[in-house]
């Protein structure tokens, strides 16, 4: 344990660097996304092992939000939301064909235009250059993420926040923005020594390994390994959280104002629903995610408890920095609507699911299996659900995909059509206009879309493979 503490303190080459004074006049922002990252996990959120000592102490000076949900179980479209201030439905990055569009404004843009060094730091292919995250950054650092060894998390948070830092020092008079992406917390939980036997027995690459969301349905995991594996996790989380920590000592050292926003992309099903994993669900072992808002500009210690999302993040960013950033978001740090709508999707491997979070219930469609469920607010783990039966309920998700379509006659799809008020399946005879979801999926005949789609991504063959052997391509 001495080992562990102290490397919090000096691990990487960085640990000792020193930033300029800054801006007196404008706080750096510091955003952290941890991928895979479950509130319940860590101490501020009530966990009894000791995996965030840092977080915890950012939590309880600033803002924690307990009812905190991203808007996607996976990566690609969950960041795409974080830094653009949209919904997955909204701005349609939410398979990895596509790429984020070139006219859809993001956050480290406007903060850019305003004057701030702007840097991205990020840790998966999900996050980087090839779905077109490096737009308004000066720089950005994805670690050629496309080459198959970087996807075995060879881009741990030590070189992630090693060269985070060695920007940093680099600025001089301009405020930050620096949005840091860790990975480590992502399966195979396999943090490096010693940090792989804080919590238990040595991890092994064998005692680790990952298959696929379907084999853990078919071959449930065994209590003894789920009890290694949570081990696991929360050493995971540990060697992130001290990792971040420099970043904090660094901005101390230099005597800086700093503001931070902490959060996930998602979270992790460990067992919950019999799943091992994301992408496929929206229960809320996988959607919960923590939100800590702390430092310079934060109003006081608070727990907070409205309902909150990663659509809220890019807004919470701009406002930090006193930059105008219009979008579909909301400010945290201001009073919220209590219970506001938020809406989920994933339409990931062979899922088609559409959730709808209201003041009364939460509303899935699960388009695949033609199941339509509520699930009461009061069974926060979803044990149970009940048949959605009213048109009302139906119309009101539908609502939420938009009628991006018009029909002149007949179509179909591959993906689901609702028109003219009802579920038409995959053909629609038209006139009129119709909602498709999943947005992406093709439609053929007498139908025109009405709002251009993301442009498609160029992914090597060679990535491919590699995605789909870490369970990525199902």
């Not at 800086?256 to 229960?283: I, M, N, Y």
């Not at 430092?295 to 907070?304: E, I, M, Q, S």
Request: charged residues 20%.
């Amino acid at each position: 344990m001495v080992m562990v503490l102290l490397m919090a303190c000096s691990c990487g080459p960085s640990g000792m660097i020193a930033l300029s004074s800054g801006d007196p006049d404008r706080p750096d922002v510091i955003l952290v996304s941890i991928d895979s990252l479950r509130p319940d996990h860590l101490g501020a959120y009530g966990h009894t092992e000791a995996t965030s000592p840092f977080l915890d102490r950012l939590a309880g000076s600033g803002q924690r939000f307990t009812e905190a949900r991203s808007h996607s179980p996976w990566t690609l479209p969950s960041h795409v939301t974080m830094l653009s201030g949209r919904g997955p439905l909204e701005h349609e990055v939410i398979e990895d064909t596509r790429r984020i569009p070139a006219d859809l404004p993001l956050v480290q843009e406007a903060l850019a235009r305003s004057g701030y060094a702007t840097g991205g730091f990020v840790s998966t292919i999900y996050v980087s250059d090839t779905y077109g995250f490096a737009r308004g950054f000066d720089r950005f650092e994805d670690f050629d993420i496309t080459k198959a060894t970087n996807l075995q998390h060879a881009v741990r948070a030590e070189q992630v926040i090693d060269d985070a830092l060695a920007w940093a020092k680099s600025i001089k008079d301009k405020p930050i923005f620096l949005f840091v992406h860790l990975y480590d917390v992502h399966y195979p939980y396999l943090p490096p020594e010693p940090w792989n036997f804080q919590f238990d027995k040595l991890g092994t690459r064998k005692s680790t390994r990952y298959r696929n969301y379907q084999y853990y349905l078919d071959n449930p995991v065994k209590a003894a390994r789920w009890k290694h594996l949570n081990a696991q996790y929360d050493e995971s989380i540990a060697y992130a959280d001290a990792n971040l920590s420099r970043l904090e000592a660094a901005w101390a050292r230099a005597g800086r104002k700093v503001s931070w926003v902490v959060t996930a992309d998602h979270g992790e099903e460990l067992g919950e629903h019999g799943g091992w994993g994301h992408g496929h669900t929206l229960h809320p072992e996988v959607m919960r995610v923590p939100l800590i808002v702390s430092g310079d500009g934060v109003p006081g210690a608070a727990v907070r408890a409205e309902r909150v999302g990663g659509i809220d993040v890019a807004a919470t960013v701009a406002a930090l920095a006193g930059v105008p950033f219009p979008c579909s978001g909301l400010d945290v740090r201001a009073a919220l609507p209590p219970a506001r709508d938020l809406v989920f999707e994933t339409s990931r491997f062979d899922s088609a699911r559409l959730g709808l979070l209201t003041a009364e219930a939460r509303l899935e469609l699960d388009l695949a299996t033609g199941r339509a469920t509520t699930f009461d607010l009061g069974d926060l783990g979803e044990r149970a659900g009940a048949p959605l039966v009213s048109p009302e309920q139906l119309a009101r998700v539908w609502a939420t995909v938009g009628e991006r379509w018009s029909a002149t006659g007949p179509v179909v799809s591959s993906g689901w059509i609702h028109a003219a008020g009802a579920l038409q399946g995959h053909a629609f005879s038209g006139p009129g206009p119709f909602a498709v979801y999943p947005p992406d999926a093709t439609v053929d005949g007498l139908a025109a879309r009405l709002t251009p789609a993301p442009p498609f991504a160029e992914v090597s063959d060679q990535t491919r493979q590699q995605l789909e052997a870490l369970g990525y391509e199902q």
